[in-house]
């Protein structure tokens, strides 16, 4: 497989993406990919909004976060090999692209730019997802000081 590089430069990264990717109208209730599934692929968020879904330690699934666009779901688990943490479901009628794990581990081999770029998202989305945390436990320790 030869994939075209990616041009960051052109109209948006995810746009010089177009050749790569498959897009598709999807409406609200449609299942993305659930927990627990083979991490096979990266969804993008063209339009509309996704509900991202987790439990922990058997409880009953809890909306973690709505996505809308620009968002890129499952990119950890598809570049770690691991299974999706979350279910995501979508919530607001709209558009979704999908890139393949195996285009996008051939795109992060052949091209460092892009590898760079998905590593820098990578650690942003860690990043906030620490001060989020840190936030909420700041949060709970306040509401339970005053109780």
Request: proline fraction near 5%.
């Amino acid at each position: 497989m030869n994939p075209k590089p990616p041009d960051p430069q052109v109209n948006g990264f995810w746009q010089s993406l177009d050749g790569l990717k498959t897009t598709y109208a999807v409406g609200p209730g449609k299942i993305l990919f659930e927990r627990d599934a083979v991490a096979d692929a990266i969804y993008l968020i063209e339009e509309g909004s996704v509900g991202l879904c987790w439990n922990a330690q058997g409880d009953k699934e809890r909306l973690f976060e709505v996505a809308g666009p620009g968002a890129v779901l499952g990119l950890a688990e598809c570049v770690t090999g691991e299974r999706y943490r979350m279910t995501a479901q979508v919530v607001e009628h709209g558009n979704m692209s999908i890139i393949e794990r195996p285009i996008l581990l051939a795109l992060m081999r052949e091209y460092p730019e892009f590898c760079m770029q998905v590593v820098r998202w990578l650690s942003e989305n860690l990043h906030g997802l620490y001060y989020r945390f840190q936030n909420t436990a700041k949060a709970a320790s306040r509401k339970r000081a005053t109780h």
